[in-house]
Structure formats: structure tokens, C-alpha cells
């Protein structure tokens, strides 16, 4: 039998439902046995009883993605892996977007050469359906579903994004007919555009009323209609980026009648509020995002629905824009009506370390919930587990030895995003990923890039796992 390329020592083994102290062996990058390991490796780590998790799936992040305003996302393929790795994060998993009257097999092929050979890390796709015309719903989705692709994103909102119910009903029965997943961002569209024109003609344009046209009602409501849709075709959804108490009641009261929905939710919801956009001059911008932050009331709740179960995934959804930058959230100018702000937050290096800081650190959540929505949740909902999301043999070495003795201040120059700031900076935390292996290579190190682009590998997705069948 072939010798271990590496052993990692003295481990505190977590995964989603397990603890234990074991040596890992490692060969030919996948995960060979975990125990006590008499033999040698040609490398060997010492944990020194530190956990060690699974390496993060993130889930829904955004990385060199056209956008139709002009603006441009700041994180390509490499510097966005670079950044994940370096927070702990071994698999992302970002959008291939179809353009209205375009197909999706020109949007993945497209996002292919954005890809191919940058991503220190593995990637997956999910789509972004924009236009199902009868091919794309016949030909086009069918086949990239069997070719890798198995999960998707629909919008009921943005002009150049949004489906009509009518829309969204075609492409569920689609997913349900394909065994694919759908994830919806759920706000209502007339709402905000109706609570938009309605600020501006008052002369309320600045960040903070970014969060007036989007109140929670506006969540709450297109929640509602997405679970009723999902309900009526009998399909499984997840709803993303859930931010307050009111949609993701929503979601509890369908899982508490048996119905198969899912929820993602976000460290903005957990460590921001509207009071953020709400800053001098055009500071505020820097945390328009939406759905957008809500109240402290409301991050108690999203604590409480992580703790309980209500929410499967915790992704970053990266959407890095730069400040200080004509082509990022100053794409319109200075002062920028609200609606004219690109949307969205950098996050995909910090998400673990907030939740690990502030969650399990603090006693909020336990290490294995940590494990289960950072890491195995999404792996499972996007079909790449247990190749990802756990520690067994078998499974990727892809693995985070964290250092959680460690106080520190966290700034945006510890960060290796593309990107001027971050919305947490100053947050004091205590967990870092000190050691970080994908694969069984060391691609990050005390803070520091160890892979180079080119490193990380496609990863097509089988049928996620909420939709195959129970075991009888």
C-alpha cells in the first residue's frame, strides 16, 4: 500500500456531528484514515490539539461577474480565492448569469474563461436564469443540469434579473422534473419600485433610505409567494440572503408544516443594521446591500434561527465593489440616489472568523452547527458532498486548523480581498484560520496565500442531496 503524502497530527476533529481527537493521513489529496497513525508521511503538521475543521463552502458569493450598470465587481477569480482561502473557505461556489436574449450554455462557457486556470481554490457554478424561453427550459437547463450545473438562482427583483410568477412556476416544475435545486432572492419587485420613486420625488436619496424602499414587508411578502409557489409545485427552494425576523418566519412556519424549504442568511445580518447606512456624506454606501441590514432585534433572531435549525447555509454573498472608486460604489458620482449604488458587501475572507468569533467563541451556536452551515449544509444543498463538507475517508483533505487563542482587531489590511474597506472593520475577534489545506496542499498559512492560480479544479455538482429520495 502506498505511503501518506501528509499526516496532520494531535487533531480536535469537528465536523457537524462529531468531536474527537485523531491524526488525519492524507494521500494523493483525499483523506486516507483518521486514528492513531503509527507511519510516517513525507510531511507532517502538528494541530497541537487545535480543532480542525472542514474547509468552508461558500455557498453564494460573487466573483468577476458583468454587471449592467457599468459598474465592475472588484474580485476575479484569483483574487476572490485568494481572499477565501485565506478565511478558511476550500470551495466557492459563484454565478454564471444569463443576459436576456442570451443563452446559458454561452453564459457558462463565458464564465469558463473567467475561471480557467485563476482559482487558487475548487468551484462550482450556479446559474442565474434570467430568461427561460421555451429552449432554455427544454433543451439548454436539461442539459446543463446532467452536465454539472444543478442548482440555479432566480430573482423577483431587478429589472434585468426578475421572473414573473408565472416564470418562476415554468423553471420549478423544471428543477422538479431535472432534480435540480432553485435558490430565490425573494423581495417584491413593484414594492420597492413604487417605495423607490415615491423617496425620490420627497428628495430622500442618500444610502439610509436604501433600507426604506426595502422594508421588511417587501422580504416578508415575496417569502411568502416563494414558498407558495414552491408549495403548490411540490419542489424544494432556498430562499438567500434572509435578513430579519419576518421572512424567516416565514420559512419556519413552511418547515414546521413539512414543506421542503430551505434558508441561507448572511454575516451582514448578523454584524450590521440600517444604522450603518445611515453615516456621514456617502459612507452609508458602503453598506447598501439587499436585502438590507435591519435592526439588533432582528440579528437576534437570525442567531436564534441558526441555532435552531431554520437556516442550512451561511454564505458570504460576496459582492465586492470598491469605495474609492469611479467603477465601484461611486459609480454614479458621490452623491448617488441610493438606487443608483451598486448593491452588495465583501465578506468571503471574513465569514468564518465572524461566525466562529462571535458564535461559537461566545456560545451563540455550537462548533458543529459552525460545521454544518459553513461547510457541510452547503456541500449537501449543492451536491458536492461528501466529496466537501466533512472530515472522513474519502473526502477532499480539505481542512482549517484554527488558531483561537489569538485576540486581534480586524482591519482591511489583514485582507487579501480587492477591496478598500470592510464593513467589520475594527470588529475585535478570536479565531483565524492559522493552517489552511485544500486537497491536502497548504494553500494558506498564518494570513498568507501558499497556492497559486491554477491550483484549484472545476467541481461538477451531482443532484443535491434534499432531493433525492428518502430512504424507505
Given at each position: 500500500m502506498p505511503g501518506l503524502d501528509t499526516i496532520i497530527r494531535n487533531a480536535n476533529v469537528v465536523t457537524a456531528t462529531d468531536k474527537y481527537k485523531a491524526d488525519i493521513g492524507i494521500r494523493d489529496g483525499v483523506i486516507q484514515m483518521i486514528g492513531t497513525i503509527s507511519e510516517s508521511a513525507e510531511s507532517e503538521i502538528d494541530a497541537a490539539g487545535r480543532m480542525?475543521?472542514?474547509?468552508?463552502?461558500?455557498?453564494?458569493?460573487?466573483?468577476?461577474?458583468?454587471?449592467?450598470?457599468?459598474?465592475?465587481?472588484?474580485?476575479?477569480?484569483?483574487?476572490?480565492?485568494?481572499?477565501?482561502?485565506?478565511?478558511?473557505?476550500?470551495?466557492?461556489?459563484?454565478?454564471?448569469?444569463?443576459?436576456?436574449?442570451?443563452?446559458?450554455?454561452?453564459?457558462?462557457?463565458?464564465?469558463?474563461?473567467?475561471?480557467?486556470?485563476?482559482?487558487?481554490?475548487?468551484?462550482?457554478?450556479?446559474?442565474?436564469?434570467?430568461?427561460?424561453?421555451?429552449?432554455?427550459?427544454?433543451?439548454?437547463l436539461p442539459a446543463l443540469i446532467k452536465d454539472g450545473y444543478s442548482h440555479f438562482k432566480i430573482y423577483m427583483t431587478y429589472d434585468a434579473l426578475k421572473l414573473r410568477d408565472r416564470e418562476i412556476l415554468d423553471v420549478l416544475h423544471l428543477a422538479k422534473r431535472e432534480g435540480a435545486m432553485t435558490m430565490i432572492h425573494a423581495e417584491n419587485d413593484d414594492c420597492i419600485a413604487w417605495l423607490t420613486e415615491t423617496l425620490e420625488n420627497a428628495g430622500k436619496t442618500a444610502p439610509i433610505y436604501h433600507s426604506h424602499s426595502r422594508p421588511p414587508v417587501v422580504e416578508r411578502e415575496a417569502t411568502h409567494r416563494a414558498i407558495s409557489l414552491a408549495e403548490l409545485m411540490d419542489v424544494p427552494v432556498l430562499i438567500v440572503h434572509v435578513s430579519g425576523n419576518e421572512a424567516m418566519t416565514q420559512i419556519q412556519n413552511a418547515q414546521a408544516r413539512g414543506i421542503r424549504i430551505y434558508g441561507e442568511t448572511c454575516p451582514q445580518y448578523l454584524f450590521l443594521t440600517a444604522d450603518d447606512l445611515d453615516q456621514p456624506g456617502f459612507e452609508g454606501a458602503k453598506c447598501v446591500c439587499s436585502p438590507p441590514p435591519r435592526t439588533a432585534d432582528d440579528q437576534e433572531h437570525i442567531w436564534r434561527g441558526i441555532k435552531t435549525g431554520v437556516f442550512q447555509v451561511f454564505s458570504s454573498d460576496h459582492a465586492p465593489f470598491r469605495f474609492d472608486d469611479d467603477k465601484g460604489k461611486k459609480n454614479a458620482g458621490t452623491d448617488a440616489k441610493f438606487s443608483q449604488i451598486p448593491n452588495g458587501v465583501p465578506g468571503i475572507e471574513t465569514r468564518l472568523s465572524l461566525l466562529m468569533s462571535e458564535g461559537v467563541m461566545k456560545g451563540r451556536i455550537d462548533v458543529h452547527t459552525f460545521v454544518s452551515v459553513t461547510s457541510t449544509g452547503p456541500a449537501q444543498m449543492y451536491g458536492l458532498f461528501p466529496r466537501k463538507g466533512t472530515i472522513a475517508p474519502g473526502s477532499d483533505a480539505d481542512l482549517v486548523i484554527w488558531d483561537t487563542e489569538t485576540e486581534f482587531t480586524l482591519t482591511n489590511e489583514?485582507?487579501?480581498?480587492?477591496?478598500?474597506?470592510?464593513?467589520?472593520?475594527?470588529?475585535?475577534?478570536?479565531?483565524?484560520?492559522?493552517?489552511?489545506?485544500?486537497?491536502?496542499?497548504?494553500?494558506?498559512?498564518?494570513?498568507?496565500?501558499?497556492?497559486?492560480?491554477?491550483?484549484?479544479?472545476?467541481?461538477?455538482?451531482?443532484?443535491?442531496?434534499?432531493?433525492?429520495?428518502?430512504?424507505?
Open positions: 480542525v475543521t472542514p474547509g468552508g463552502v461558500d455557498g453564494h458569493c460573487h466573483l468577476d461577474q458583468p454587471m449592467d450598470d457599468g459598474s465592475i465587481i472588484a474580485d476575479d477569480f484569483t483574487s476572490g480565492t485568494i481572499s477565501a482561502a485565506c478565511g478558511g473557505t476550500t470551495t466557492v461556489i459563484p454565478f454564471a448569469c444569463q443576459v436576456k436574449g442570451e443563452g446559458l450554455r454561452a453564459a457558462v462557457e463565458n464564465y469558463h474563461t473567467c475561471a480557467d486556470g485563476k482559482a487558487v481554490i475548487d468551484y462550482a457554478f450556479h446559474l442565474i436564469v434570467t430568461d427561460p424561453t421555451p429552449n432554455v427550459l427544454g433543451q439548454e489583514r485582507l487579501h480581498h480587492n477591496v478598500d474597506y470592510t464593513p467589520y472593520e475594527g470588529m475585535e475577534l478570536q479565531a483565524w484560520p492559522a493552517t489552511v489545506l485544500s486537497r491536502g496542499r497548504v494553500v494558506a498559512e498564518n494570513g498568507e496565500c501558499m497556492a497559486q492560480p491554477g491550483d484549484g479544479e472545476f467541481l461538477p455538482s451531482d443532484p443535491p442531496n434534499p432531493l433525492r429520495p428518502q430512504q424507505p
